[in-house]
């Protein structure tokens, strides 16, 4: 799980209520139910407030009923905004984003891509509800409650899981932090191990928590990881080949021309990213800066 940071995340939310306000007001004109009353009041912290307003101001307060689900469904109309239209709508906001790795398993791609003047060859990340929209249909359309995300996890291992704040890791407050993957030699294959044979070791996650093992569970993330073993085989193969001293010796090799600093280098033998600011950029960057900490490359 990787964090979502953006410097300008507070200006995309706001442009995400400019947008969508006035239609949303145009909707719940002449209700006066208690529960579109509600609405009204608290529109501003229904569509921009950050994950924990969302539960103690709106899911614990608001006067909803069942009975008005098809309704809410109406004006929170999510199955409209997913579309591809002119006005503002779920390509614009994760154009607006650009969240390019789902942040849910970091290891898969979520560029969007967007052709003026066609409706195809148009591309974007799905969004997952965090808070059910089957359940919190008055949040479908919540800034914080629509997670850029790969199809496999939004639609395929999550769905319709329940999830909180409580029991479960929300990619706009926080990643895994001290979750990190590692790996387990199988019995008797150290040495196949060290040469890096694939068959030779597991891949799990160590210093779990409650919530970062929900989260894993539910998205199949040790299984999903296990079958990159043969990129895994490559760090350690890189571990044995590529000492401190021989890293070094590239830098001050080609320090000014090909390198900056000594991360750099290390950058190139790994071939991802190993800083924490930059895991968000590429697919397995999490798994590659902690197995290469593991093994002494990073």
């Not at 608290?42 to 101001?57: A, H, R, S, Y």
């Not at 995300?149 to 926080?174: G, M, Q, R, V």
């Not at 210093?207 to 490559?234: A, G, M, P, W």
């Amino acid at each position: 799980m990787i964090q979502i940071k953006r410097d300008n995340l507070d200006s995309i939310a706001q442009s995400h209520y400019e947008n969508l306000k006035g239609l949303i007001d145009g909707r719940l004109e002449n209700k006066t139910d208690p529960l579109f009353t509600f609405i009204k009041d608290n529109i501003t912290e229904i569509l921009i407030g950050k994950p924990q307003v969302l539960v103690d101001k709106i899911i614990n307060e608001i006067p909803y009923n069942p009975c008005y689900k098809e309704e809410i469904e109406q004006i929170f109309n999510y199955d409209t905004f997913k579309r591809k239209t002119k006005t503002y709508c779920a390509y614009h906001l994760a154009n607006g984003l650009r969240v390019n790795v789902c942040p849910y398993c970091n290891s898969q791609y979520t560029f969007t891509i967007l052709e003026k003047g066609t409706n195809k060859g148009q591309t974007r990340p799905e969004f997952d509800h965090f808070f059910l929209q089957s359940q919190y249909p008055y949040l479908a359309l919540s800034f914080y409650n629509l997670i850029p995300s790969c199809k496999i996890c939004n639609s395929t291992f999550k769905h319709a899981k329940e999830w909180n704040l409580s029991d479960y890791i929300h990619p706009y407050i926080e990643g895994f932090g001290n979750c990190k993957f590692s790996l387990k030699p199988k019995q008797g294959q150290g040495v196949s191990f060290f040469y890096g044979k694939s068959d030779a070791f597991d891949i799990y996650f160590k210093n779990k928590t409650s919530k970062t093992c929900n989260n894993i569970n539910d998205l199949k993330l040790e299984d999903i990881y296990n079958e990159h073993k043969d990129y895994v085989s490559e760090i350690i193969q890189k571990a044995n080949v590529y000492s401190d001293s021989y890293i070094n010796q590239l830098f001050m090799q080609y320090e000014g021309t090909l390198f900056s600093s000594i991360g750099d280098v290390r950058k190139m033998v790994i071939s991802n990213y190993i800083t924490d600011e930059d895991i968000d950029k590429r697919v397995l960057s999490k798994l590659s800066k902690d197995i290469s900490e593991e093994l002494g490359l990073a």
